[in-house]
Structures are given as structure tokens and as C-alpha cells.
T-cell receptor, first 114, second 119 residues
């Protein structure tokens, strides 16, 4: 059982380049999330998808776009990368938005923007 | 908006001893959930323990237990019989249970506490 998978694991971009981070889950979960982790700040929510076909902004959405491709997949796109987007990105999924359900996290993507 | 504060950037403990990590939170909601996550050097986020706000009984999971003080908005994690494998960053997190609220379903994390375990 793979759980939540993310690709790539590492990426280096130049300022202004674009890229898409991929996330997939095989647990038949309805809700999916994208977080970023910066030193000393914990994880912050970028975007989330309560269910297939819906997406909503989280705490730090500027500079990002997302697509809930189907129930399994939730991608995060950086249209024009900036050094401030250097971070570790985590995808997560849960049965629903209800707090009683655990969020399962992927292994993370370390992104460096130079 | 809810906030979560972990006031201990780093803690250390001797193997087999007990350590307590602190967490406080701020919310005006009555329905919520609190979590402790562990992040070892591998970066994987692992759920350690969960507490429902409506439950008065403190949650326990083997060597891990919490001291949930709802009125004080405090949620500390106690690790008993510490093991070398417990060394990691620990995050406290809050999740709203208010289905009608804008924060519903979202995890709000504290800044984290790095735990070192000495042999």
C-alpha cells in the first residue's frame, strides 16, 4: 500500500521557471491538501480540495495554482518560481475534512529556487 | 484564526527517561481536534497521538500520552521511557471541527520542537 506519493523528491529551479508537483493517493480519500514547510515556521496550508472537483485557498496561496485531476491526484503548479518559494512541499490526504479523520502525508518535495 | 505555539525550540532527554513537550493554542471554537506529529530526519510526517476536545480523558498511545487542559488551552506531550528512535522534530497541530467555519478541516501547526535523545 503506497499511501501518498509525491514526485519529484528534489527539484532545483531558476527564478521565473515553472513546474508542477505531482501527488497521488491510493486510499480512496476524498480530501487532499498541499502544505509548505519553512524553517522555524511549521507547515502552512497552501491549497486544499475537499472533494473531487473542488479546490480552495489555504493560508499561503499566492504564487501557486492547483488542479484536482481526479479523486486520486492533486497537483500543485508554480507558474513563475521565486526564491521565496524555496521550501519543502508536502501533500496530504484524508477521508474527509472532518477533524476525526487522520491526514496522511507524502514524503515531501524539497524545492530550491535560485 | 487559530494559532498554535510551541515555546520550546529544542529539548533533550536521556534514553529511558521521560520528557514533556509543551503546546498552547488559541481558539474561540468548542469543537476541535489536537494532534502531535513526529517528523524524523527522513521528513515523513507521522501521527503520534490525537485528542478530541469533547473528550475529558487524556489520550494515550503506548509510551506517548497527553495532558489536555481545555480551559488553559494547553496540550502537552509526554514521552515515557524515551528511545533513540524518538529523536525527531515534533509538531503540535490544531484542526477545527466546526463544519460551517472557514477553518474547517485545515491543520494549523506550531513551529515544532526538536527532540534529542542521548544514549
Amino acid at each position: 500500500n503506497a499511501g501518498v506519493t509525491q514526485t519529484p523528491k528534489f527539484q532545483v529551479l531558476k527564478t521565473g521557471q515553472s513546474m508542477t508537483l505531482q501527488c497521488a493517493q491510493d486510499m480512496n480519500h476524498n480530501s487532499m491538501y498541499w502544505y509548505r514547510q519553512d524553517p522555524g515556521m511549521g507547515l502552512r496550508l497552501i491549497y486544499y480540495s475537499a472533494s473531487e472537483g473542488t479546490t480552495d485557498k489555504g493560508e499561503v496561496p499566492n504564487g501557486y495554482n492547483v488542479s484536482r485531476l481526479n479523486k486520486r491526484e492533486f497537483s500543485l503548479r508554480l507558474e513563475s518560481a521565486a526564491p521565496s518559494q524555496t521550501s519543502v512541499y508536502f501533500c496530504a490526504s484524508s477521508e474527509s475534512l472532518s477533524g476525526g479523520y487522520e491526514q496522511y502525508f507524502g514524503p515531501g518535495t524539497r524545492l530550491t529556487v535560485t | 484564526a487559530q494559532t498554535v505555539t510551541q515555546s520550546q525550540p529544542e529539548m533533550s532527554v536521556q534514553e529511558a527517561e521521560t520528557v514533556t513537550l509543551s503546546c498552547t493554542y488559541d481558539t474561540s471554537e468548542s469543537d476541535y481536534y489536537l494532534f502531535w506529529y513526529k517528523q524524523p530526519p527522513s521528513r515523513q510526517m507521522i501521527l503520534v497521538i490525537r485528542q478530541e476536545a469533547y473528550k475529558q480523558q487524556n489520550a494515550t498511545e503506548n509510551r506517548f500520552s497527553v495532558n489536555f487542559q481545555k480551559a488553559a488551552k494547553s496540550f502537552s506531550l509526554k514521552i515515557s521511557d524515551s528511545q533513540l528512535g524518538d529523536a525527531a522534530m515534533y509538531f503540535c497541530a490544531y484542526r477545527s471541527g466546526n463544519a460551517g467555519g472557514t477553518s474547517y478541516g485545515k491543520l494549523t501547526f506550531g513551529q515544532g520542537t526538536i527532540l534529542t535523545v542521548h544514549p
